[in-house]
């Protein structure tokens, strides 16, 4: 873009990111507009410009460090999972990648007093091609830091978990349709309840397992030899094993994008079967809220003293279906239980929304609960954390003695059965 008026002749493009000097800068040697590469003429002399770049390259790298400077985070099992919030780990063989790509950036920056005999079109491709493994070697290496600290993290011994993908399934299968999540005390406490609550009231089918989160998948693999089903896998085992009917049954919270993309991907493969149907998600009619609703208060009936807000913690989504979470706390208000509170991790209500609502009340205590079907990667980091952010930490920083309930809905007997209601009214659906 053309500088006004007052400026000199000059003009650069701006990528949002350090700008390389490539080529030669002498007058008139000027790279292809929309490369990202500097371009100027006789009014800048090489020595400013490599002053001006060198300096706000190295700031970036400065800032970059900037967010090892804490540890914002222990491992993650999983999107999220499974993935970090803040900052991680510098290891050793990060500082030094940044000082040799600093020390790389310094060098190219110096060439610039010389000339270089490429032409316009060489340079915008090396340009081009020098950003785009710039990035993804910065990303490799963030990816692996975070693989090599979550791997140190312990989650429970994945042995004592069925990952359900066996072979020999007969003409019946009844599919459990889950997220997922790494952590793998919780996954057998969740899942894999919910997984043997199923296989306790449908004898007559084979349960199986397949997660939508690739992410878990491969880090469960990498992490303990684990095997489990991504749900295209699950499918083609259960074609494999030419099973007639099909029963999904979901353990998603609504009906949702994840929901959605679900439905999706089976109606590729409703072909394959005699009978194919599909169970729906937690909440899903107001006859589930009520359920949800018993099933989350008479576990926390202990806290609920009138000293005490008690609060859970959702996850939240940009899909019209976030209204499930506004819809919980006015069901909850209406029922009488005025001490419970409802937000999320990503969408609405916000955490500053529930610490202003709780806020407006004279509590002295919090509690705090995921309103998730796994205590995963946000239940103990998002909501349980020690890091600044955390609900713990805000809640703590404003005034409150908070005690935090890592459990996932899926461990609770109430939520299993209404999972089971739902699977029978598919099974139901086919007769």
Not at 93 to 100: D, E, G, K, N, Q
Request: aromatic residues 8%; charged residues 25%.
């Amino acid at each position: 873009m053309r500088m006004p008026e007052g400026h000199g002749s000059h003009w650069f493009l701006e990528t949002g990111k350090a700008i390389l000097c490539v080529g030669s800068c002498e007058p008139g040697n000027l790279p292809v507009v929309g490369t990202g590469a500097f371009q100027t003429t006789r009014t800048w002399s090489c020595r400013m410009i490599f002053i001006k770049i060198f300096s706000g390259f190295f700031m970036s790298i400065i800032r970059g460090m900037s967010r090892y400077s804490k540890i914002d985070c222990v491992s993650k099992g999983g999107f999220v999972p499974y993935h970090f919030r803040g900052g991680c780990i510098m290891k050793k063989r990060t500082l030094t990648a940044l000082f040799a790509v600093t020390a790389l950036s310094a060098a190219m920056m110096a060439g610039c007093a010389g000339k270089a005999e490429k032409t316009e079109a060489a340079t915008a491709e090396e340009t081009t091609t020098e950003a785009a493994e710039e990035t993804t070697e910065a990303e490799t290496e963030e990816t692996e830091v975070e693989e090599e600290d979550e791997e140190n993290y312990d989650t429970g011994d994945a042995s004592m978990d069925n990952a359900r993908n066996q072979d020999e399934i007969g003409d019946q299968e009844l599919m459990v349709v889950s997220f997922g999540t790494s952590y793998n005390d919780n996954r057998r406490l969740t899942i894999g309840a919910i997984e043997n609550a199923m296989e306790k009231a449908f004898p007559d089918y084979s349960v199986r397992r397949g997660f939508t989160s690739q992410i878990i998948i491969d880090h469960v693999k990498s992490r303990d030899n684990v095997k489990i089903d991504n749900v295209g896998e699950a499918l083609k085992r259960a074609v494999d094993n030419e099973v007639k009917t099909l029963v999904i049954q979901p353990t998603h919270l609504m009906n949702g994008l994840e929901y959605t993309d679900l439905v999706d991907e089976i109606a590729q493969y409703s072909d394959a079967f005699d009978k194919v149907a599909i169970g729906e998600p937690l909440l899903t009619s107001d006859d589930d809220f009520k359920a949800v609703i018993k099933a989350i208060t008479e576990a926390t009936a202990e806290y609920d003293d009138g000293e005490t807000a008690i609060c859970f913690m959702g996850h939240g989504t940009e899909a019209d279906s976030n209204e499930v979470y506004a819809k919980m706390q006015d069901m909850l208000a209406s029922e009488g239980y005025k001490n419970y509170y409802v937000g999320t991790v990503e969408a609405t209500p916000s955490l500053e929304d529930v610490i202003a609502k709780v806020g407006e009340g004279e509590y002295k205590k919090v509690v705090l609960e995921p309103l998730m079907i796994v205590a995963g990667d946000h239940a103990n980091n998002d909501m349980a954390g020690d890091e600044d952010g955390s609900w713990k930490t805000e809640f703590e920083k404003a005034g409150y003695d908070v005690t935090c309930l890592v459990r996932g809905l899926g461990e609770l007997e109430p939520i299993q059965q209404l999972f089971v209601e739902h699977a029978q009214a598919a099974i139901d659906s086919l007769k």
